[in-house]
């Protein structure tokens, strides 16, 4: 038979066959770049909640892409949501298997005793918890309140896993060991540690030192040694917060203080204590402020080897005197008499009583509302004293052609997405006479970096602003964590000229604050569970410090004098 002629035949047999019925025709197989809009499609249906719908797109996402995590795990998250955890966990182990999501696979495995435990399979629920907290999942207390783990919580085996012990049978002595053995598991499950000299026989030896001296120790005392406990893992944001639910942290001097290059300084206050505005701080309780600010540095957290984060955090420390008392530095756990140096010059003492009114002002700024500030006093404040609860805003400064921009939260406004800001910010940039952007730091102590991509993307596009003299960041001892990212990256990408003092932590550091309260004490504490390398792998810096340095002094302030944006406007544009 002829090649043509069994041709002829096969298609013959072929036409017959599906006549008959017995052969089907089969669909087209799809396009590798159909999962494109497949996964879009996926999106929309997850927007709207139709999670069995979004699911069979994630899965067809997979048969065309099962290399991708993130498809797997966005299959896995579908299913649950859908109720259907049997099908689920296969997908969410596959995605951790890969190495999904992007804040890493202990979430996939959490989710899949999420899974278990709804099934009613308590002990691979118990397996699979155990697993993700192994792997470093951040959050107890999300795991200790989680609904889908409820029927889990009665195990004595989870009990132990998320601290859950009742402390209310337990003495003083057992409770604060309990805490403290709360917080080093924290550590040893999920510490993030880069230094060399911080090992696990050395922070172990740290733990045992402190458990044999809790009997000794005031409440006070054993809190301030949890700090310095923190303080030796060298990075700026695993600490003992000051605030929470423990009394130590439930009263504080209703005071605002900075320390410029002249000393400690009033810079907002209570009305019942405005006259104090402006005035220097020498000494608490007859011992020189200097003193008593450098003798916190031992419990505050900062990036190890960072001098000015102690200059950042210690004038929050010293507003608390039951601290200072347990050090030894003031007479009374309730009150401070200040001496302080007047505006005219005058030098008086002033008995302050600590109060609840305001113990946590970390992130009121300029002040908490019922207060006044030193620079409602001034005839024209400067800018970067304005707008300060503003995440972002901008001011067109015509005569110098500048454009400044107060950027003081990685964060969205609270009426416009940081993404829709920046749009903004740029098209102005765009249709009008600007020469210079000024990007004020000063402020900004983080938020979201993933929040950061479009501003960043934006700048380094911009072919107006992003040149050698045209783009200035001003950046100073509170930009931190994300805020600190964001210099970095724009260190790295952009034209960006750094004028100000430097940055309150490293290029590359440990971060993220997932906290844990513990259950005795009601000491809230952070551990860190993220590197940040967001600059070259050997890049060591403390800081990252300024080109021009421009370091605060109270002279300018008292005048409403900014040296840093002066500096600024007074180089040429290029």
Known sequence: MTRSAAGLSLALTLASSLAAGRLHAQPAPESPLSVLAIVEQARAQE???????????????????????????????ARYRAGEYADAIPALEKAAELGAPLMGPSFAVYD????????????????????????????????????????????????????????SKMTRDEGWRYDLSVLAGEVRRKGFIVHRDVGREAFDAKVRELDEAIPKLSEAQVVLELMKLMVFLGDGHTAVWTVGRNSIFSTALPLRLFWFEEGLFVTAADPKLKELLGAQVLAFD???AVEVLEATAPYLNRDRGNPIATKTRSVYFVRNPKLLHALGLVRSPDRVTLSVRDTSGATRDVAVEADDSEPDIWNKLPCPPSWVTFASTLENPPLYLTNMDKAQWFEYLEPQKTVYFGFNKVLDGRREPLERFTQRLMQFIDENEVEKLVVDM?????????????????????????????????????????????????????????????????????????????????????????????????????????????????????????????????????
């Open 286 to 288: 007859g011992r020189p």
């Open 442 to 574: 000063r402020w900004n102590n983080g938020g979201n970096t993933f929040l950061v991509p479009p501003l960043l993307h934006a700048l380094i596009a911009d072919r107006k602003v992003n040149r050698p003299g045209r783009l200035y960041v001003i950046i100073g001892r509170r930009t931190y964590s994300a805020a600190q990212n964001t210099a970095t990256y724009l260190e790295r990408y952009t034209n960006a000229i750094f004028v100000g003092e430097p940055t309150g932590s490293c290029p590359n550091f440990v971060g993220e604050e997932v906290p844990v309260t513990l259950p005795y004490s009601q000491v809230m504490a952070n551990v860190s569970h993220l590197y940040w390398q967001s600059t070259w792998p050997m890049d060591q810096r403390i800081w990252l410090a300024p080109q021009v340095y421009v370091p605060p002094t109270f002279a300018d302030f008292r005048v409403g004098r900014d040296a840093a944006l002066e500096a600024i406007l007074a180089a040429p544009a290029r």
């Open 47 to 77: 927007t709207a909640s139709k999670w069995q719908e979004a699911a069979a797109l994630w899965d067809r996402s997979v048969r065309l892409d099962p290399v991708q995590p993130a498809y797997w795990y966005s299959l896995g998250s």
């Open 112 to 167: 899949v005793a999420r899974c278990r435990a709804l099934r009613g399979e308590k002990e691979l629920a118990i397996a699979a918890l155990e697993r993700a907290m192994a792997m470093g999942y951040p959050s107890l207390a999300q795991a200790a309140a989680d609904p889908d783990l409820a029927t889990l919580r009665d195990d004595p085996k989870v009990r132990k896993l998320l601290g859950l012990a009742d402390t």
